[in-house]
């Protein structure tokens, strides 16, 4: 394991600690985040805007998640199923990213736990695993392929335990969608107060 990679166990081990046993902090600071990672300037690592309509208001939701980036098509992964991002985006089936003050749609599909799993193996397996993150994050949670992916590490060692872990964090593949064909949808970074169908 490269220094580099070294750092990134820790910064995301961290982060993993904020998730896991603080996740107010992740609400207060929401908004200042969202600013920041649409702004033109921004850098961001893997995270981005996520605008969705709700499944019922047809309201636009807006959340930063960690996005993973292969050109015509890309990924995000929620940390369970019970996300209501997740609700919206099976509903929609397509969703806006947000990054550095640039806009684009695209189509989304969910995966399959068995296509899932695979598709993370094959993108992880090259990563050297971290023992750090596996002690912090536990048996069960995982970080998003898009963090992971970002700072080349991974937690799992077979296809099987990908698999395990996509059936609780499911995987989303998008795919961009050409210009002409863009509704109008709304405006990225709008928020909505209703629980109902909130990111």
């Known amino acids: 394991m490269t220094v580099g990679q070294r750092l990134g166990a820790v910064v995301v081990a961290a982060f993993a600690v904020v998730f896991t046993r ?10 200042v985040m969202m600013r920041q990672l649409a702004a033109p300037s921004s850098g961001g690592g893997p995270n981005v805007l996520l605008t969705v309509r709700g499944r019922r208001s047809g309201r636009p939701r807006t959340v930063p998640v960690a996005y993973l980036d292969l050109g015509d098509r890309g990924f995000v992964q929620a940390n369970s199923q019970k996300v209501d991002w997740v609700r919206n985006l099976r509903a929609s089936r397509q969703a806006m990213i947000t990054r550095r003050g640039r806009t684009e749609m695209f189509e989304a599909v969910e995966l399959s736990p068995e296509t899932a799993g695979s598709i993370l193996d094959e993108l992880l397996t090259p990563f050297p695993r971290s023992r750090l993150i ?12 898009g963090v992971l992916h970002y700072f080349r590490l991974r937690v799992d060692g077979s296809v099987a335990d990908h698999v395990r872990t996509a059936r609780r964090q499911p995987v989303f593949e998008l795919r961009r969608r050409a210009a002409a ?15 109902e169908d909130t990111l």
Do not use: F, K, Q, T
């Open 181 to 195: 064909e863009r509704p109008d949808a709304a405006v990225p970074g709008s928020i909505a107060n209703d629980e």
């Open 22 to 31: 603080a996740p107010w902090l992740i609400r207060v600071m929401g908004p």
């Open 134 to 145: 596996r002690a912090v994050v536990g048996p069960v949670d995982r970080p998003p392929v």
